[in-house]
């Protein structure tokens, strides 16, 4: 995993140096890191990363875009798994009035948020 976290961290660098710190690809190559880091165990240094995604696909994308709400679900996730299950839960919410509004009440990526926020209130 360590092999695969160093070559995420080049590819986060190869893309600032070569797109630039906004560029979605970039924002994608920091989102892919967080991820391995948080399979490393690593969560608390996802986070960090997981907290500037969120912000940058939020600028760059906007709200509504479907890598923007994919973001805000990662960092749930990972506050979740670090204890901070009321901001997690505020979030497992935002994500589920989004999903509804955007995709409907049956669409496959609601209904997995619904089962995420009923997983992080315990129910």
């Avoid at 190869?14 to 979605?24: A, I, K, N």
Wanted: aromatic share 2%.
């Amino acid at each position: 995993m360590e092999a695969a976290i160093v070559i995420g961290e080049q590819v986060v660098a190869d893309g600032e140096r070569l797109l630039g710190s906004e560029h979605p690809d970039t924002v994608n190559a920091r989102a892919i890191l967080a991820a391995l880091l948080w399979r490393a165990g690593r969560v608390q240094e996802a986070i960090g990363i997981e907290e500037r995604v969120v912000a940058d696909s939020e600028r760059l994308l906007g709200s509504e875009h479907p890598d923007t709400v994919r973001a805000w679900v990662n960092l749930a996730v990972s506050y979740g798994q670090v204890g901070r299950v009321e901001e997690a839960i505020v979030i497992g919410e935002r994500v589920v009035a989004d999903s509804e509004r955007l995709l409907g009440p049956d669409h496959p990526d609601t209904v997995l948020a619904r089962e995420n926020l009923a997983a992080m209130r315990g129910e």
